[in-house]
C-alpha cells in the first residue's frame, strides 16, 4: 500500500513548482558528469596527476553512480524518495566543497567518489517523484520533457560552465558552484515536494548490493587496463571476475520475490530498447565530449572560454530537442522515433572526421549541432518509458535501471573511447602517456609537436566512428527488437505511450 505523505495538497501550480525544485538537483548530476572536460588540463597542471588518476578523476564520479543508482532507486521507493533525495543533495554538498580544495589528485579522486554517492540518490527520486506529482500521462509527459531537457542541456553545457569559470577563477570553482544550488534544494525541497514510499515493500537484499557494485567496478577497471595499457593476466582475471559476479547477481535476482534489479522489465514493451538506446548515446556523447575538450585546447589552441562557446550550439540544440521528444514520439510512434534518433547522432559523430590537425572547427560545430538533435530526442524518450512502464509506487526501481544506464554509458564512453583514443595516439611514435604531457617534453620540437598533435587527431577520428558505429547498430536493433512484445498486455497508458 502506498503511503503518500503531500503535506499540502498538491495543485496543478504547486505540481509544476515541485518540478522546478526536481530540476535542481538533476542539473548538480548532470554538469557534474561533463564539467570536468576543459578543466582537465588546468587541473592537471596544479595537481600533477599521472594518466591513471586523471582517467579515475572522470570516471570515479560516473561509475559509482552506475554502481549504485539502481539500490538508491529501490532505497527511495521504501523509505520516501524526498527523504534520500535531500540526505543525497546534503553529502553531494560536502562532497563538492572538498573537491574544490582538494590539496592533491588522491584527495580529488575520494571527493569524486563521495559527489558520485551522494549524486545516486538524486536522479532516481527527483524523476520518480514526477510520477507522484503529476497522474495524468500527458501532464507528467511534458514534465519529462522538461526534465530531461536540463538532464540532457545539464550534460552539454558542463564543457561551457566549466569554460567560463576556469576563464575567471580557479579549477575549484567548477565544484563551488554546486553549493547554492544544494542549499536552495535544501531549504525549498522539504515544502514543495512530495513524500512517496511503498510502506509494502520487504527490505533490500544486501547481498544484491555489493554483488551489483563488485561485478560493475572491476569489470570497468579492467577494460580501462586493457585498453591503456594491453593485454595482461591480472587485468584479465580482475575482469573475469567481474563478470562471473555480474552473471551470479543476475540469476539471483530471478529467484528474489523483491529484487534489486526487476529483470520483467525488459519485458515491457519498449524498456529494453530504451535501456540500449541510452548506454551507447551516453558512451558516445561523453567520449566524444571528452576528447573533443582536449582537441580544441591542446591541438587546435583554443582557450577554454573559446573551446566553452564553441559547444553552444550543440547544448542549445540538444536541450530544445530534448523539449519536443515526446511530441515526436507522439507523431511518428516511439520505436521509430528512437530509430531516427540513433541515426541522426550517428549522423553527427561521423562529421567530426572533419577535425584535423590544421584546421576543422565548423566540422565540430555542424557534427555536434547533428548530433545534439539525436540525443535530445532519445534521452527524452528513455526517461519516458522508463516512468510510465510501471506503476508509480515502483517508479523508483525502473527509473533507477534507466538512469544506472545513462551512467555506466558515461564512465563507457571515457574509458572505452577515451583508452582507445589513447592506445591509438601511443602507437603514433615514442610519445608520452598523454598529449599534453607530449607537448610539454617537446618543448621547441615543432615537427615533434605537430606529429603527436596528428597521431591524436587519428585516435580521435577512430574513437568518434566507434562512437558513430555503435549508435547505429542500436538503431538496427531498436528497429527489430521487442516487436513481438510490443503488443503484450500492457497498462492503457503505458500502451499509448510505447505504440508505435
Keep these: 500500500m502506498n503511503d503518500i505523505d503531500t503535506g499540502v495538497p498538491v495543485t496543478t501550480r504547486r505540481a ?17 558528469m561533463s564539467v570536468l572536460y ?32 539502481v539500490t538508491m532507486g529501490n532505497l527511495g521507493d521504501r523509505i520516501g524518495r524526498r527523504n534520500i533525495l535531500l540526505v543525497g543533495a546534503g553529502i553531494f554538498g560536502l562532497a563538492s566543497a572538498l573537491a574544490a580544495f582538494a590539496p592533491s589528485a588522491g584527495v580529488l579522486i575520494a571527493a569524486r567518489a563521495l559527489m558520485g554517492i551522494g549524486g545516486a540518490t538524486l536522479l532516481p527520486s527527483s524523476l520518480a517523484l514526477i510520477s507522484t506529482l503529476f497522474p495524468d500521462p500527458r501532464r507528467r509527459a511534458s514534465a519529462i520533457g522538461i526534465w530531461s531537457a536540463f538532464f540532457a542541456g545539464g550534460s552539454a553545457a558542463g564543457p561551457l560552465i ?10 575549484g ?18 515544502f514543495v515536494l512530495p513524500e512517496h514510499r511503498e510502506s509494502a515493500r520487504g527490505p533490500l537484499d544486501l547481498l544484491s548490493v555489493v554483488m551489483s557494485i563488485a561485478g560493475i567496478l572491476p569489470v570497468i577497471y579492467a577494460i580501462k587496463h586493457l585498453a591503456a595499457e594491453g593485454v595482461d593476466l591480472v587485468s584479465v582475471v580482475i575482469g573475469l571476475a567481474g563478470v562471473a559476479v555480474l552473471v551470479a547477481f543476475v540469476r539471483r535476482q530471478r529467484h528474489l520475490a523483491e529484487p534489486l534489479l526487476d529483470l520483467s522489465l525488459f519485458r515491457r514493451g519498449l524498456f529494453g530498447v530504451a535501456i540500449g538506446t541510452s548506454t551507447v548515446g551516453m558512451l558516445s556523447l561523453a567520449g566524444t565530449s571528452y576528447l573533443v575538450s582536449v582537441y580544441l585546447q591542446s591541438v587546435a589552441g583554443k582557450d577554454v572560454l573559446t573551446a566553452a562557446l564553441l559547444g553552444v550550439p550543440s547544448a542549445v540544440v540538444v536541450f530544445a530537442c530534448a523539449m519536443c521528444g515526446a511530441r515526436v514520439a507522439r507523431r511518428l510512434g516511439t520505436r521509430t522515433a528512437f530509430v531516427g534518433a540513433l541515426a541522426t547522432a550517428a549522423a553527427g559523430n561521423l562529421m567530426m572526421f572533419g577535425l584535423g590537425v590544421d584546421g576543422g ?8 549541432t ?3 538533435v539525436g540525443y535530445g530526442i532519445m534521452f527524452t524518450l528513455v526517461s519516458d518509458v522508463a516512468v510510465s512502464s510501471v506503476p508509480p509506487e515502483r517508479a523508483g526501481s525502473a527509473v533507477g535501471i534507466s538512469e544506472t544506464s545513462f551512467e555506466l554509458g558515461n564512465g563507457l564512453g571515457l574509458a572505452l573511447m577515451g583508452s582507445l583514443a589513447a592506445l591509438v595516439f601511443r602507437s603514433g611514435g615514442n610519445y608520452a602517456p598523454t598529449l599534453g ?4 617534453r617537446a618543448g621547441g620540437d615543432t615537427a615533434l609537436a605537430h606529429a603527436a598533435r596528428a597521431s591524436f587527431t587519428d585516435g580521435l577520428h577512430i574513437a568518434t566512428t566507434t562512437g558513430a558505429v555503435l549508435l547505429a547498430i542500436m538503431a538496427v536493433i531498436a528497429v527489430f527488437a521487442g516487436r513481438r512484445r ?8 503505458v500502451d499509448s505511450v510505447l505504440k508505435t
Aim: glycine fraction near 8%; charge should be negative; proline fraction near 7%.
Design 16 to 32: 509544476w513548482l515541485g518540478l522546478a525544485v526536481l530540476i535542481l538537483p538533476v542539473l548538480l548530476v548532470s554538469v557534474d
Design 38 to 69: 576543459l578543466a582537465m588540463p588546468t587541473l592537471t597542471a596544479h595537481l600533477d596527476p599521472d594518466a591513471t588518476q586523471q582517467l579515475w578523476i572522470l570516471d570515479i564520479y560516473g561509475f559509482l553512480l552506475a554502481g549504485l543508482l
Design 162 to 171: 566549466g569554460g567560463v569559470l576556469l576563464h575567471q577563477f580557479w579549477w
Design 173 to 190: 570553482s567548477v565544484f563551488l558552484i554546486n553549493l547554492p544550488v544544494v542549499v536552495v534544494l535544501l531549504a525549498a525541497g522539504p
Design 361 to 368: 572547427i565548423g566540422w565540430y560545430v555542424a557534427g555536434s
Design 370 to 372: 547533428v548530433a545534439g
Design 437 to 440: 604531457e607530449t607537448l610539454v
Design 486 to 493: 510490443a503488443a503484450a498486455a500492457v497498462p492503457p497508458a
